[in-house]
Structure formats: C-alpha cells, structure tokens
C-alpha cells in the first residue's frame, strides 16, 4: 500500500505454449498489461482466443507440460517460473480467482462454512472458530440472506446465484490484491447476472483491488471495466479505455465481435451478422495476422508477419497494419 | 402472504437435508436389496462370532463311527465323512472366509487406493508406471499367483491370503485412479488450487471423500470376490490346511461323496452363495445410498 501509483501487477511479453494432443500450440503470444490497485481490465474473445489460458497463467494453474514465456511481476516480484510450493501461498491470499461454473466450483461434500473458510485457515493464523466468524461476515457481505444459519449448509441446497455469491465470498476471504473473474455470470441468467457484477464491482471499489473481468460478452465488459482488451488467436488485437474502444473500434475483429451483437428493436427476421470463416486451429496458426483468414480488408503483407501495435491516440492500440482503411469513416461501427 | 411462505422454506432447506449423512439410516430401511444384503452379511459376521464362543459340536474332534450321519436331533445338517459336525464346520468356516476377506480386501485397499490416488495426483510417468504396473499385476490370476506363492512359500492360509490381496491391488488402483482423475477435472478442484491447496491436500481433502462411496461399493464386491478365490483356492488345496475348517475345503471334501450325500457339498455351496449374494446386495445398496444426487431424490 505504500506506492499506490506502483503498479501492483506487471505482465511483459507473455507467451504460453501448450502441448496438446495435436502438437504444441502457442496459445498466447505477447500479452502486456499493466494493472494499479482498484483499476479494471476486461479480456474479451470468442472462445479458444487464450482468455482463460492468459487467467490460468497468472494463477500459475497451466499444466506442467505448458511452457510459459515473459514476465509477471506481482508488486516487483517475478511469478513466472515460481516453484509450486510458493505459488500456493499466493493462490486464494494475494490473487485469487472466481470460476464460471458456481455449480460444479464448489466441492458438493463440504458444507459452504468450510469453504469459504478454508483459505483464511490456510493462509492467515486466525483459529477455526473465528475463522467461522469471518465466513459468515464475508457471506453477510456477499449477500447471502441468513448467512448465520446456513453456514453449515451444503451446496447444493442453494441457488446459482447464492453460489456464484458464495464463490466470491471463498475468493475474497483473504483480501487479495487481484482478483481474477472468469465468465462468472456466465452460467447465470440474465437478472442475476447483473446483481452479481454489481457486487463484485462493489467489492473491488471498497477493498482497493484490482480486478481483470473475462467475458465475451461486450455488454458486461462495457458496463464493468475501466480498460479492456480484445483478445483473438491468443494475441492482444485491440485494447485501450472501454470508452474509447468502444467510440471508435480499430481492429476488423472487434468491429465484427460488435457487429455481431443482437440487438433489441431489431427488424423481425433479421439475421445475426457473423464473422465469416472460424477461429484458428492455435497448434496451426498462420505466419502473420492471426485474424487475416477472416478479415475483409486483408492484403498480401499482413501475411507475411504479425502486425505490430499501432497506438491510434490515448494509449488505445491496434495490432493491425491496415487501420487507415479499418478507421476511415473514424472506426464508428454501427 | 411471501414472507412466511419464504421463512418456512428456508428452515425445511437447511433442517432435514442439513447433512447428506442425516436419513441415510431412514432410507437404508427404505432400500429392499441393501436391507436384504446387510442381513445377509450380519448372518455371516454373526456365524463367525458365534463360533468364537460356542458351537455345537468341536469342529476338529474326529468320530468316525458317527460318519455320515444324516439330520437328526444332534447333528442338525448331520456329519461328514470323518464324523465332524457339519454345523459346528459351517460355523467355523465362516471365521476363515471373513478373515480372508478382510484382509486380502485390506491390502488390496490400502495399497490399490494410495497406489490409486498418487497416480491420478502426480500423473505423467509415476501414473503411466503405476499403471503399467498394475497391468502386469493384473495379467495373473488370483490361483496362479496362488500357485506360485504356494511352490515357494508353502500352501496355507498367509498364502492365500497373499496371493488374493495382491490380485486385489491393481482393480483398486484403476478404480481409484479413473474415478480420482474425473474428481481432479473437476472445476472445485481449480478452486481448490487457486485458493492455494497443494496436491497432497486436494487429494485428502476433495478427491478421497468423493470417491469414498465407489471405493465402499467396490470394497464389498472386492470382498465377495476374496470369498470365492478362498474358496477355490482351498478347494484345490492351496489355501486353508486341514484341519482348519473352510467352505472351499468341505467342498472339496465332498466331491468324492457327491453320489453319495450330496447335501455335504450343497451346504457349503449354500454358504458361499449367502456370503457373495448378501456382499454383492450390500454393494449395491451402498451405491444407491451413498450417492448424494440419488439422496436428494428419494
């Protein structure tokens, strides 16, 4: 706390191959970020755009055989390449992650007391009871009505909504400096949905952290991040401030992740734009722009290596050598 | 008119179900084959204790003279061919199949499961030797390890009872391992982690109480298996010595009468049929009772 300007997590140049069944696959590639207390970043993409990959990564969760290349610096120190036994006192205590399934994210044969408070077992020197007394305050917090009684509930006895709650009050036990969101509304509909970003956005504004949302819907990451980044074939295509990403789109794939969006007041009939062709086989990726299968702008150079980021103003880059055309009527989409 | 309709559904939520443990004896009473199998073994285990206290005649004092004796007022089920009371063998024999049960299914358990659980925590070459292991294991029946360990260690009780908990190993650690590795994949497992568990944690804590249910089903069928290889072993005269009374050696035993008095073979036969029915039922009720998705159910 002492540098509040410092920045709290440092990610350079991330890279993350993965040795899958058809051979490795560079699942990430140059993904750079920073993030100070109490900001939001949001990661957005289709599925398979290496999202999760890139939240696993900074959890150090990969798989052994996954060879990861780069940096990440938590307050100044180097995660990458940590042995386990380290990594674990950092999991749950100073980063820690909400899943997207509420459903199968808490194990059904513990009861949700002990769950919620096994990290600050784990982690701080508090005894078990007082440990409990914590669970049901964090639960309190969460918003689960009657914390005190259903404290020694199991999980199933509850909706998804209160386990989505439930998870986050696991994750926020012990007052982590980032916090990691993976899809966690997902699973969820539409009403509750809303109430839970809303309580997450509630916690990370009143604990200082600093939280990286993933979703691929760009309606949440609209409403919930202050920066986002478009994420496509495992690198970074377009990020910048939310608002000025989404004033004027730079990258042919975020224009047509937004295009792509359904739309209320839509004519009846209307079909859903798509992005013609599909996402990328990433143990096969082409030589330059990931994207450039797909794109309608596409020439002979932006397959002969992989675009560099081209800042278009106010720290909002585009991993795309063609922007003049992409952004010529301002990259207004409609 | 809501607020007492959510207050009561509240309570009824957390106060029968509290844990998935309360009702399982309600519904254990509930369950026809569980109830079933569970008497069955009782009936057993009952035998088998009674015989450490009482039978009716010695099972190992030898009167010719009253040899083959059908039915009657002192002999219920009559005598065998060297005049031993067939009850007091029954009852005696029950002693020897459930200590080879429990004891081969104990080393098959305490190593298969470890064996099991480490494979599946580790993976990468410790599970593809573990499992390459338990292949090779797997690849000799319970009678010719059997017959090996007789060649060199002598036929007997320890013998057999080796050689059965041996073969036991490797189907628990499959078992263990499969259904351990579906737990790991699972997502509160990656919380598990993420909240900063190690693998040796994770494994106590999340993955062993999930698959404890299989392994307790896989347990009594293990056990009823134990009881015929024991059976069969004796039978060929590799297991239980004389004059050790045992189901198989009564059954082999009898062979040489079957013309003669049949029933000598039917009742140890009838025994071992008991044991394996009543285990393999308990099994099977085990399974339905110990599945938390099937409690919320019932």
Redesign the interface.
């Known amino acids: 706390m002492a540098n509040a300007d410092a920045p709290l997590i440092e990610v350079k140049d991330l890279g993350v191959r993965l040795n899958t069944s058809r051979g490795p696959a560079q699942a990430v590639r140059g993904v750079s970020f920073t993030l100070r207390r109490g900001e939001t970043l949001g990661l957005v993409g289709e599925s398979g755009c290496g999202k999760s990959v890139t939240a696993l990564a900074l959890m150090g969760l990969l798989p052994d055989s996954a060879v990861i290349s780069g940096s990440i610096r938590l307050e100044g120190a180097e995660l990458v390449g940590l042995p386990d036994a380290a990594y674990c006192k950092l999991r749950g205590n100073r980063i820690s992650m909400i899943f997207q399934e509420p459903m199968t994210a808490l194990n059904p044969m513990h009861t949700i007391g002990r769950q919620v408070a096994e990290p600050l077992l784990r982690h701080t020197s508090v005894s078990a009871a007082e440990a409990r007394q914590e669970a049901i305050a964090l639960l309190d917090r969460v918003g689960l009505p009657d914390a005190s009684k259903r404290i020694d509930a199991y999980p199933h006895q509850f909706s998804g909504g209160q386990r989505q709650r439930i998870t986050i009050a696991m994750a926020l036990a012990c007052q982590p400096d980032v916090l990691i969101a993976d899809e966690p509304t997902t699973a969820l509909d539409v009403t509750i949905q809303g109430q839970i970003l809303d309580l997450i956005a509630d916690l990370v504004a009143e604990r200082g952290m600093a939280m990286i949302l993933i979703s691929h819907d760009l309606g949440v990451i609209a409403e919930n991040v202050a920066r986002m980044m478009v994420m496509y074939g495992g690198t970074v295509v377009e990020s910048g401030e939310t608002q000025a990403v989404f004033t004027r789109m730079g990258h042919p794939y975020t224009q047509g992740l937004f295009r792509a969006r359904p739309r209320l007041g839509a004519r009846k009939g209307t079909r859903l734009t798509t992005i013609a062709g599909t996402v990328p086989e990433l143990a096969d990726l082409p030589a330059g722009c990931t994207f450039a299968d797909r794109c309608a702008i596409v020439e002979a150079r932006c397959r002969a290596a992989l675009p560099p980021v081209v800042d278009v103003g106010g720290s909002h880059g585009v991993r795309c050598i063609r922007t003049d055309v992409s952004m010529a009527d301002g990259g207004v989409v409609a | 008119m809501s607020a007492p309709l959510t207050a009561a559904a509240?309570t009824a939520?957390?106060a029968p179900?509290?844990?998935?443990v309360t009702g399982f004896w309600r519904r254990a009473l509930r369950h026809r084959s569980f109830l079933l199998g569970a008497v069955l073994s009782l009936f057993v285990l009952g035998a088998a204790l009674l015989s450490l206290v009482w039978t009716p005649w010695s099972a190992y004092d030898i009167d010719v003279a009253s040899k083959l004796h059908p039915p009657s007022a002192a002999h219920w089920l009559g005598t065998d061919v060297l005049g031993r009371d067939i009850v007091s063998l029954l009852l005696v024999g029950a002693r020897s199949t459930i200590m080879v049960g429990v004891i081969a299914v104990g080393i098959g358990l305490s190593f298969g499961v470890g064996l099991g659980l480490v494979a599946a925590a580790r993976?990468?070459w410790t599970e593809e030797l573990i499992m390459r292991m338990s292949d090779f294991t797997f690849a000799f029946p319970a009678v010719l390890s059997a017959i090996m360990l007789a060649a060199v260690a002598g036929p007997g009780m320890v013998t057999s009872i080796t050689a059965i908990g041996i073969f036991q190993i490797p189907t628990f650690v499959r078992v263990t391992r499969g259904s351990a590795n579906a737990i790991w994949a699972?997502?509160?497992v990656?919380?598990?982690?993420?909240?900063?568990?190690?693998s040796f944690r994770i494994t106590i804590?999340?993955v062993l109480?999930?698959i404890l249910s299989i392994l307790i089903v896989q347990a009594t069928i293990q056990f009823a298996l134990a009881i015929l290889a024991e059976a069969a072993l004796s039978y060929l005269g590799l297991g239980t010595q004389p004059p050790q009374p045992s189901w198989g050696r009564m059954l082999n035993d009898a062979q040489t009468l079957l013309f003669q008095s049949p029933m000598l073979a039917v009742y140890p036969g009838a025994a071992i049929a008991i044991a394996v029915l009543g285990l393999n039922l308990l099994g099977d009720g085990l399974r339905d009772l110990l599945d938390?998705r099937l409690a919320?159910e019932r």
């Not at chain 2, 990656?190 to 900063?196: D, S, V, W």
């Open positions: 509240g939520a957390i179900g509290a844990r998935p993976k990468g699972r997502e509160f990656l919380a598990a982690r993420a909240a900063g568990k190690g804590e999340h109480p999930n938390p919320r």
